[in-house]
């Protein structure tokens, strides 16, 4: 079982910044694919930036979002910068790769609990 925590959330005014963490633990193998997902309310989940041999943004925050990870120790983070009211959601990490089990080494694909950012004035 591979778990996600994530930090790094809160409250912070228009055209600041915040940076989120997201560290993977458990039976890890190896990592594919690292990334952050967004969702605000009554909006679908979707796709902020990933991160592999190399990266990918979301247009609406490319130029101000920044993904890197730390292979050593399996956390991904997201630095925002500029940040504007419509930033404001719940972001998820997420991260796919194989992990070593009972059955052998098998592939997984987790998801961290939600980290609340809220850009507001």
């Known amino acids: 079982q591979v778990q996600l925590v994530e930090s790094g959330g809160g409250l912070v005014q228009p055209g600041g910044s915040l940076r989120l963490s997201c560290a993977a633990s458990?039976?890890?193998?190896?990592?594919?694919?690292m990334g952050w997902y967004r969702q605000a309310p009554g909006k679908q989940r979707e796709l902020v930036a990933t991160i592999t041999s190399g990266t990918s943004y979301a247009d609406t925050v490319k130029d101000r979002f920044t993904i890197s990870r730390d292979s050593a120790k399996n956390t991904v983070y997201l630095q925002m910068n500029s940040l504007k009211p419509e930033d404001t959601a719940v972001y998820y990490c997420n991260v796919e790769g194989r992990s070593r089990t009972n059955g052998g080494l098998k592939r997984f694909n987790s998801w961290g609990q939600g980290t609340q950012v809220t850009v507001s004035s």
């Open positions: 458990g039976s890890i193998v190896s990592i594919h694919i």
